[in-house]
């Protein structure tokens, strides 16, 4: 039996190699490009992306990506770096710093990959992976879906997956900031 070296792990450290750049992912998971070059992944999988802040992980998260993934062979997720978070949720946020929450991700048995990206929008990485299918959660619009254009042009499917109810990062970091505890949280949602 091997003993876990800490030492050789510091504190923010991704210990997981399922966290890639977008050349790493492109290299692993995108269609050839032309008939003479062939992809890795085997012939007839089908790849599936979706992407979010996944500042503070809950059960929504969750249950989101695991439908997600049973859409295809392989789940690639994309987050926003910290600067992107800031820029789009404001000063405070991110909670936990882009190489924590992607490996916190990456640690999940439904993802296969995360690629952490600056922009405000996914669209780079969609449009350089080109999912088979792409997946956001139902509380997005499907004409303000980033991405479904470039998806569907490459014959992919676009799928919006229902959001579960009760379960938001905003609401509880609210919650935390209030001073509110956990059982009043779980009696608020059972009420609701």
């Excluded at 392989?74 to 000063?91: H, P």
């Excluded at 048995?109 to 690629?115: F, K, N, Y």
């Excluded at 229902?162 to 509110?180: E, F, N």
């Excluded at 956990?182 to 609701?192: C, D, F, G, I, K």
């Amino acid at each position: 039996m091997r003993a876990f070296d800490s030492a050789q792990h510091l504190h923010g450290d991704p210990l997981n190699s399922a966290i890639l750049t977008l050349e790493q992912a492109i290299l692993r998971f995108a269609p050839a490009k032309d008939n003479h070059k062939r992809s890795p992944r085997p012939p007839g999988s089908r790849v599936v992306f979706t992407n979010g802040c996944f500042d503070l992980l809950h059960p929504g998260h969750i249950r989101t990506l695991e439908e997600a993934r049973k859409l295809g062979d392989f789940l690639i997720v994309g987050i926003n770096s910290d600067q992107s978070v800031r820029e789009l949720k404001g000063a405070g946020r991110p909670v936990l710093p882009q190489l924590e929450r992607a490996e916190i991700l990456a640690a999940l048995e439904a993802v296969d990959a995360v690629v952490i990206f600056d922009e405000p929008t996914p669209r780079e990485i969609i449009a350089a992976l080109l999912p088979d299918v792409l997946v956001k959660g139902g509380d997005w619009a499907s004409d303000q879906i980033i991405g479904r254009e470039e998806v569907e042009a490459a014959g992919g499917e676009v799928v919006s997956i229902p959001v579960t109810p009760g379960y938001s990062t905003t609401a509880i970091l609210q919650k935390i900031r209030a001073g509110s505890s956990p059982q009043n949280s779980v009696a608020a949602r059972a009420e609701s």
